[in-house]
């Protein structure tokens, strides 16, 4: 099935179209190259695959912009053939977000094949049967339309069209949503550029609980209290978990606890699982247990919108900055995706949340 979309714009009189297929570009069709805006009596056709966009543009200021995407390969039968997506704006309202239209484990178990037709700001999605012709995408009949609410009800997208006199920021860019300290621009300056200034580790030679063995140890002050902590970093990458889980033992702890119940008595704490303001025992928390898999820590933005930070789709970096400990977090859910949070932690498992970051994200 085609991973791509062709996408057919039409200008007659007032009447402007816009039809949206999963197809491959017939022989006898020509990819329009021009931006200006459709005349009267004029069509043009473009292709929009994986990663792509393109957009109608026609008189009035009406437009039709269309985005394919695709998903990160991840684990799992289908991992390494991720989805493949649509998103279309029509006048500026996003009218389809990340619609699912094709993909390995997709294809195996539907074949069908993706329209959706704007006419006048008029919306309709249509899941048709695949033709076995190989002069046609899909077959005229059999399929199933549905109609969309008036475009007017669809709020505008200011993030895809911003308003006049701002710009929105480029997808790959740092923007700090919280935090003007010092340490705010240098956490940013290093995502994607260079390593954190981080403490010196090696492995840990000692017999930890559950899936904390294969942990690396490090020993330095990690909640800024003036004593040395020894801090046990495991890195966790399946479907269940993904990133960092830091045990840190007090600097009055002199021997690694070999049982969790030994962790919980000499008052080590377990991160990000114990940020959370539930702070549950060392024994509910992943990797040892599935009873806090909704722990995490919320940090609101300048805005007041608030970014979650799930503990099991979190990773936790120590790093030194001007002689202080700090924790870069960075989230892996899906919708807080490199999202990054810098705390400065404390004593027990106490912390101040410094800035809030994030990478920008293509928009879909």
């Keep these: 099935m085609p991973r791509q979309l062709v996408v057919t714009c039409g200008q007659s009189g007032t009447r402007w179209s816009a039809n949206i297929e999963q197809r491959e570009l017939a022989e006898h069709e020509a990819v329009s190259t021009s931006s200006?805006?459709?005349?009267?009596?004029?069509?043009?056709?473009?292709?929009?695959?994986?990663?792509?966009?393109?957009?109608?543009?026609?008189?009035?200021?009406?437009?039709?912009?269309?985005?394919?995407?695709?998903?990160?390969?991840?684990?799992?039968m289908c991992g390494g053939d991720p989805e493949v997506f649509a998103s279309v704006w029509v006048d500026g309202r996003k009218v389809l977000s990340q619609h699912w239209f094709a993909a390995f484990c997709k294809e195996q178990g539907e074949d069908n094949v993706f329209r959706f037709d704007v006419l006048n700001g008029s919306l309709k999605h249509c899941q048709s049967p695949r033709s076995r012709s190989k002069k046609a995408a899909y077959l005229s009949s059999g399929g199933v339309c549905v109609r969309y609410p008036d475009l007017a009800r669809f709020p505008r997208d200011l993030v895809e069209y911003p308003p006049s006199g701002k710009n929105a920021p480029a997808p790959g860019t740092i923007e700090i949503m919280r935090g003007r300290d010092a340490v705010c621009s240098y956490a940013a300056q290093t995502i994607g550029q260079g390593q954190l200034t981080s403490p010196d580790s090696e492995e840990a030679n000692v017999d930890l609980p559950g899936d904390m063995n294969s942990a690396t140890m490090a020993r330095f002050d990690f909640d800024n209290d003036g004593r040395m902590d020894t801090i046990y970093t495991r890195n966790f990458e399946n479907t269940y978990q993904h990133g960092a889980v830091l045990l840190v033992l007090p600097g009055s702890v002199k021997a690694p606890p070999r049982s969790i119940p030994a962790m919980e008595?000499?008052?080590?704490?377990?991160?990000?699982?114990?940020?959370?303001?539930?702070?549950?025992?060392?024994?509910?928390?992943?990797?040892?247990?599935?009873?806090?898999?909704?722990?995490?820590?919320?940090?609101?933005?300048?805005?007041?919108?608030?970014?979650?930070?799930?503990?099991?789709?979190?990773?936790?970096?120590?790093?030194?900055?001007?002689?202080?400990?700090?924790?870069?977090?960075?989230?892996?859910?899906?919708?807080?995706?490199?999202?990054?949070?810098?705390?400065?932690?404390?004593?027990?498992?106490?912390?101040?949340?410094?800035?809030?970051?994030?990478?920008?994200?293509?928009?879909?």
């Excluded at 966009?53 to 998903?71: I, T, W």
């Excluded at 702070?279 to 609101?300: H, L, M, N, W, Y």
Aim: charged residues 30%; aromatic residues 10%.
């Design 36 to 76: 200006a805006p459709l005349v009267s009596g004029q069509n043009s056709v473009f292709v929009v695959a994986e990663d792509g966009m393109g957009e109608c543009r026609f008189l009035e200021n009406h437009s039709v912009r269309v985005k394919v995407g695709r998903e990160t390969a991840s684990m799992g």
């Design 265 to 364: 008595k000499s008052g080590a704490i377990l991160l990000p699982c114990q940020w959370d303001k539930k702070r549950p025992k060392i024994s509910q928390c992943a990797p040892f247990s599935q009873g806090a898999d909704e722990t995490g820590v919320d940090v609101k933005s300048d805005t007041g919108a608030i970014s979650r930070f799930r503990s099991r789709y979190t990773d936790v970096e120590p790093f030194i900055f001007k002689r202080k400990t700090y924790i870069r977090a960075r989230s892996y859910s899906s919708d807080t995706l490199d999202h990054y949070a810098v705390l400065e932690p404390r004593t027990g498992a106490r912390y101040e949340i410094k800035c809030l970051l994030r990478k920008v994200q293509v928009n879909y």
